[in-house]
């Protein structure tokens, strides 16, 4: 099992550029999240979904949307990049429920520079 | 609402040292919570879990954490401090039926030879 992959590793943008990061998984998870992780300010949840078709705004959602049209895949976009989106985001799955108590499977993430 | 603190961004070790580092958490119903390393440049992967029973809870490569429900803590604990463990250590909380774990915003440790 490949687990949660993401795709790029890296990416470098200007101002008003857009992208997609997408993101897999082969672990049959319901659950599947969007991070941002910026120095001292931990991870912050983007946007989560917990269902093919289905997805919910996280704590900062501003600048980003997100598209769950199969259950493995997870897609972000940025539609205009601003600087302040420059960070390393991570996608994460996981179970519903059960004996997974939520333990949250990261991927490698995705180091996006925004010039 | 629920919420995690985890004391000191840094701390630092010398090699062979106990390595201790805090998380206090508060939870309106009883939680599940949880440890996690990132190691430079990579994810975040498990470390251990608290869900329910034993409150002294065994994670991979020598660590441990205990579930204190007085003090609303979960501090992670190893007896003797490896350059490997060098990393970041995010503590996270869950209440029962919820999805949306909270994260502290993460303390890295750094070991001295």
């Known amino acids: 099992n490949a687990g949660v992959t993401q795709t790029p590793k890296f990416r470098v943008l200007k101002t008003g550029q857009s992208m997609t990061l997408l993101c897999a998984q082969d672990?049959?998870?319901?659950?599947m999240y969007w991070y941002r992780q910026d120095p001292g300010m931990g991870l912050r949840l983007i946007h989560y979904?917990?269902?093919?078709?289905?997805?919910a705004k996280g704590e900062v959602p501003d600048g980003y949307n997100v598209s769950r049209l199969k259950k493995q895949n997870f897609l972000l976009g940025l539609e205009s990049a601003a600087p302040s989106q420059t960070s390393v985001y991570f996608c994460?799955?996981?179970?519903?429920?059960?004996?997974?108590?939520?333990?949250?499977?990261f991927g490698p993430g995705t180091r996006l520079t925004v010039l | 609402a629920q919420s995690v603190t985890q004391l000191g961004s840094h701390v630092s070790v010398s090699e062979g040292a106990l390595v201790l580092l805090r998380c206090n958490y508060s939870?309106?119903?009883?939680?599940?919570l949880f440890w996690y390393v990132q190691y430079p440049n990579q994810g975040l992967q498990l470390l251990l879990k608290y869900t329910t029973g034993a409150t002294l809870v065994k994670g991979i490569n020598g660590f441990e954490a205990e579930f204190k429900k007085s003090e609303t803590s979960f501090h992670l604990t190893k007896p003797s401090a490896h350059m490997s463990d060098a990393a970041e250590y995010f503590c996270a909380v869950s209440k029962g039926g919820s999805y949306i774990p909270t994260f502290g915003r993460g303390t890295s440790l750094i070991v001295h030879p």
């Open positions: 939870s309106s119903v009883p939680p599940y």
């Open positions: 672990m049959n998870h319901e659950y």
């Open positions: 979904s917990v269902g093919e078709g289905t997805t």
């Open positions: 994460a799955s996981s179970w519903r429920g059960g004996s997974s108590y939520n333990e949250q499977f």
